[in-house]
């Protein structure tokens, strides 16, 4: 792993136990936050919503004192101490509400991106990968591709919409009309990067090695597929959370104030024409989507670092690890191995002695 | 020095169909196809290293991949140390492999950047299955050092190695197994020639300690010259001369193997050179016409080379040289300089700069 053949670690050439691997790659991600400080605030951002997200869910009191939909005697309030983020006209403290909403909305975020992940990227992995035509494969990768076509060919927005429409408000309903809008760009995602890297030498080096071609797939295929794949994950987060907020917005999420969302509290207040005279009761909610975006976009962008063995090296500052341990070989050897002549060819040892056989 | 016959390719083809276009279907024109490999023989005994050389776009690399197993041929058989290869499948093809690994062109390329030294180079002794994780990195430490690559480098990864280095893994990866033999697809052109002589340097003196047979694809005929002890000349998917080194570099009977040697450029400013130059372009591989392929080019073609297909045979007086030629016996002894354009390289060069 790296932090062993890096300056001052241990550098045993035993096998690396997954603990020891998993420290490493730590060590690799905390050089990655330090060298991109905008990759540093993502990550705390994320952090920080991934803690309040776990506070909300098991003692929601250490940051509101109210509980969901708890009403208070203040209503229309602007935002002061109490209300940081003011009350609605029912007495609803938009502070509580933002905070509740916040484990609803990255479940929902993580589940759509994560299933949509799942399924389009081994739809894509299989049409990839064996494209053949004239095979089983060759033809189940048409029948997937052309189905994906059909899905990219409506406006996404608008079928997620109408989808919504037919199968009424709630989280699972929400889910499912947007993540069956979601899926067939990461089976055009995964299928563009395995068609680019099963055609590498290394594929057919390890065919020609023997490997089955399950293997193929999960050694080879999919972790050189994995980094940008996940990338594109990571900034997809973001890019769902808007689109269910636009769901939201319109009226068709899940039903606030019963289950606080974003986007639909956004719409529950807009709706209620009062933006004007209280404006703060959209502006936590909005607030909360455009950090949670912008934390995930910053962290993806960083990710690419650390998933990437190559720059990792040098991001860890090891460059010339490597390089000083095969030069002396090759040094070496170009004072001691070739005869060189003029033309810089080797020179040709007269075949007769090298025993020329005949047929 | 070399011993039985260990791959025997008869007929050997490969060709790659290519989708017919729409004014294809329209017109009923037949389903094209380019001719990589047509009709190649080709014999590789135990423990000898055979060059195969021939400009690119010759085929070279797709019948090297074909007697790896790495291309399904079209036609023609291959047995391997009197095995028929082509019947194996599955499970059973999958621990054949293990007789004839490949070391690949590309050193960048064929190392997949996510995986270890030990990983990579133990690679084929994993996908055989018979070792564990600890014995693997014993072996390929083992290994490493017989490459000519320290043995600590095992987990570093690919990216850390120099082009040089990187070659070397692949050597050591195809040798993990002890093949019987080792397919090099131009294992050296992308290595600068310091590098590339310290390679071939290791590739002789691991052919002694391991006994393996060298299939070598390339065209650089001083590293065939130096290395190999036979040598098939390939044009156009086919072989046209297949003979000893000594013979077929000093004394080539082939019209294109004639020309082949003489554009290879040699650099003595005594030597009075001639230049060999070949009219015409290479035509192309999609279906190609009948008779020889070399005769659109060929200085010497008669009405016969156009309809009729050369096979490989042997010239009297010319033991263990085989050629696809009709007019072999007559073109032997003709050099190429008294028939074509030649190019005196002094004069032209001394024009030049003036």
Known sequence: ?359 | MTGKALVEAEGLQKFFPLTRSVTDLVRHLPRRAIHAVDGVSLTVRARETVGLIGESGSGKTTLGWLISRLHEPTGGSLRFDGEDVLALRGNELRRWRRNVQVVFQDPVGSLDPRLKVWQIVGEPLRAQGELGKGEIRAHVKDLLPTVGLPPDCLDQFPHEFSGGGRQRLSLARALSVDPRLVVLDEPTSALDVAVQAQILNRLVELQKEREVAYLLITHNVAAVRYVADRVAVMYLGQAVEVGGVREVLEHPIHPYTKALLAAVPVADARRRRTRFKIGGDVPSLVNPAPGCRFAPRCPFVIDRCRVEDPLLREIPGAPGQLVACHRAEEVREIAPVSLLTTVDDRSTGAAASA
């Open chain 1, 1 to 359: 792993m790296t932090t062993r053949s890096a300056p001052g670690g241990p550098s045993s050439a035993g096998g690396a136990s997954p603990a020891r691997r998993a420290w490493g790659g730590f060590v690799v991600f905390l050089r990655v936050l330090r060298a991109n400080p905008l990759t540093l605030v993502g990550f705390l951002l994320v952090v920080l919503l991934a803690g309040a997200a776990l506070v909300m869910l098991t003692v929601p009191h250490l940051l509101t004192p109210y509980s969901v939909n708890q009403l208070t005697l203040d209503y229309n309030q602007a935002p002061s101490w109490h209300h940081p983020f003011g009350t609605d006209g029912t007495g609803l403290d938009i502070y509580a509400m933002v905070l509740y909403a916040i484990p609803i909305d990255l479940a929902i975020a993580f589940a759509i991106a994560g299933a949509a992940l799942f399924w389009g990227g081994a739809l894509g992995l299989v049409a990839g990968f064996w494209d053949k035509p004239g095979t089983l494969g060759g033809a189940l990768s048409v029948v997937i591709l052309r189905v994906t076509d059909i899905f990219l060919s409506f406006p996404s927005l608008i079928l997620a919409l109408a989808i919504a429409v037919s199968l009424g408000r709630g989280v699972p309903q929400l889910i499912l009309a947007v993540l069956l809008t979601w899926w067939p760009f990461y089976v055009r995602l995964v299928r563009g990067e395995t068609l680019a890297v099963k055609h590498l030498p290394y594929v057919m080096a390890a065919r020609a090695a023997g490997v089955t071609e399950g293997r193929i797939v999960l050694r080879h295929v999919l972790r050189n597929v994995v980094e940008p794949v996940v990338v594109y994950f990571t900034l997809d987060i973001g890019t769902v959370l808007v689109t269910l907020s636009t769901i939201g917005f319109i009226g068709l999420g899940v039903n606030y104030p019963f289950t606080p969302e974003w986007g639909s509290m956004i719409s529950y207040y807009q709706s209620a024409g009062l933006i004007s005279a209280y404006p703060w009761t959209v502006l936590g909610p909005g607030l909360a989507i455009f950090l949670t975006v912008l934390a995930f976009s910053l962290l993806g962008d960083g990710l690419r670092d650390v998933l990437d063995p190559r720059s990792r090296r040098v991001l860890a500052g090891t460059g010339t690890g490597g390089a000083s341990s095969t030069s002396p070989s090759e040094r070496e050897g170009a004072t001691a191995e070739p005869s060189l002549n003029r033309s810089g060819l080797p020179e040709p040892i007269p075949t007769a002695s090298r025993g020329v056989s005949s047929p």
